[in-house]
């Protein structure tokens, strides 16, 4: 067995890695994510399979709201223009797409079930800022992400994201042009996340475009409690805006940073891995998704009901059989510190079928694994040093070892361990990682 790491030495290491150089955030750096664009570019099948999910987009906007039809979730998505949608609306002229512009989704919005009552309102959407305190959150290279709470006065039926709107709900611009919401039933903010993309950009990259539509597509049929609710999808002339619940201030990264915390107590740390696991059950077992991103910035704390929640659903992909997969932009996603051995040996250069054949639903364990260890140790489980070399870390990933700190429980170690299991033939299902005894207890 590799020699304890003291939690020191771990507590430097952390330390190290969450200052490197990545994306910045509210003050802080974060571990980015990377599609390897740069490599599919050089394999031409796959290029080719992101063109064609392009050259397909109006098909694909209408089957973006489409349920799944893998089963698992009794959710349907309406994409019937609901009262104050304003879709024959000129006042919603934002929201809906100018005929100089071409529609990324389609001029109208797509709904997912459980949106929240009054963010049906075009005209509020258009007006965002009027009607909303807005904030930025992140800054990253393809997308922005703002935080929204309605202004007081104009607090709209249950802004805490459960529970589809009910007729009697829903709001409407009143006929003399302003705003009219339905009172409030509950205290609780109105209060939503956007995620927001450059629709201009979208439009030159069919590749991104296709893969925006498909974190609409996957999210917007998601429904548990351990997984962001997806709201809505709209768009303007200059962006395209995938709405969601706000998830709470806190991703497990910045709530240890907010605790001045290096690693989560274990009951703590256990508690968010067991909901993760949740999460992960939803998804492959309910909708034959891998997610592909899992890690400490991705799955956020709920501060209402304490729970976690996973988010980000940009990196996910719908396994199964050719055709499926030829309908989806496949790149290599995710961060590489959290990425397992299969992906790791192909992060720099692989071919369509090396890739097809590394992406199963075992990425998400390893990387639940990998997530463990983050939150109970305070680093990714082989970033043993900053300014340790990618080949360095690549090669620990294939091929060491980790090291656990003392003080763990055998069990959590034991989770660990099975998790990190280098040979994803071997590495167990999220359902047998449920099964785990560390969960016993
Ligand atoms: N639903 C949400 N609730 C609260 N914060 C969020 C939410 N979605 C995103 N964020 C914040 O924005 C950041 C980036 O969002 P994310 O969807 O992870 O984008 P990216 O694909 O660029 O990583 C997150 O790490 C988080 O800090
Ligand atoms: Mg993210």
């Known amino acids: 067995m590799a020699p304890p790491l003291p939690l020191v030495a771990a507590a ?31 394999t031409g099948e796959a290029a080719a399979a992101a063109a064609a999910a392009a050259a397909a987009s109006p098909a694909l906007a209408e089957e973006a709201i489409a349920p799944s039809s893998r089963g698992g979730s009794s959710s349907s998505v309406s994409s019937a223009s609901p009262p104050g949608s304003g879709r024959s609306s000129s006042s919603a002229s934002s929201s809906s797409t100018s005929s100089s512009v071409p529609s990324i989704f389609s001029a109208r919005a797509k709904y997912a079930p459980h949106c929240v009552p009054w963010l049906r309102n075009s005209k509020l959407r258009a007006n965002l800022e009027k009607y909303c305190d807005v904030r930025d959150v992140y800054e990253g290279d393809l997308s922005t992400v703002k935080v929204a709470t309605l202004r007081a006065g104009l607090s709209g039926a249950d802004g805490g994201g459960s529970g589809a709107a009910s007729p009697a709900q829903q709001s409407s611009p009143s006929p003399g042009g302003g705003l009219s919401l339905s009172p409030s039933p509950s205290s609780s903010p109105a209060r939503v996340v956007v995620k927001s993309f450059d629709k201009a950009k979208l439009l030159r990259r069919p590749d991104l475009q296709a893969k925006v539509k498909l974190e609409w597509e996957i999210h917007s049929a998601l429904d548990h409690e351990n997984v962001v609710r997806a709201f809505l999808a709209s768009e303007s002339d200059r962006h395209v805006g995938l709405f969601m619940e706000f998830a709470g201030d806190s991703d497990a990264y910045s709530y240890m940073a907010a605790k001045k915390r ?25 909708h034959g998704v891998v997610h592909r991103d899992i890690k400490s910035e991705n799955v956020f704390r709920c501060a209402a009901s304490g729970c976690w929640k996973l988010g980000d659903f940009g990196s996910a992909l719908r396994l199964g059989d050719a055709r499926t997969m030829a309908r989806q932009p496949l790149k290599l996603e995710g961060t590489f510190s959290f990425a397992p051995p299969e992906y790791v040996a192909i992060w720099d250069r692989f071919t369509r079928a090396e890739l ?21 140790c305070g680093r990714a489980p082989f970033a043993l040093r900053d300014d340790m070399p990618r080949a360095e870390e690549a090669e620990a990933i294939l091929r060491a070892a980790p090291a656990f700190p003392s003080g763990l429980s055998y069990a959590a170690v034991g989770f660990m361990k099975q998790a990190l299991e280098k040979d994803p033939q071997k ?6 990682l449920a099964a785990h005894p560390w969960f016993a207890g």
């Open 427 to 432: 590495r167990p299902t999220v359902r047998q």
């Open 262 to 286: 290096l690693a989560l107590r274990e009951d703590d740390a256990r508690a968010l891995v067991w909901d993760v696991l949740q999460a992960l059950e939803h998804l492959h077992h309910g």
């Open 356 to 376: 097809l054949d590394a992406t199963s639903f075992r990425l998400d364990t390893w990387s639940l694994g990998a997530l463990a260890y983050d939150v109970l």
């Open 12 to 42: 430097a290491a952390v330390a190290a890695r969450r200052a490197s150089p990545a994306c910045f955030l509210l003050g802080r750096f974060k571990n980015p994510s990377v599609a390897c664009a740069a490599s599919i570019a050089t």
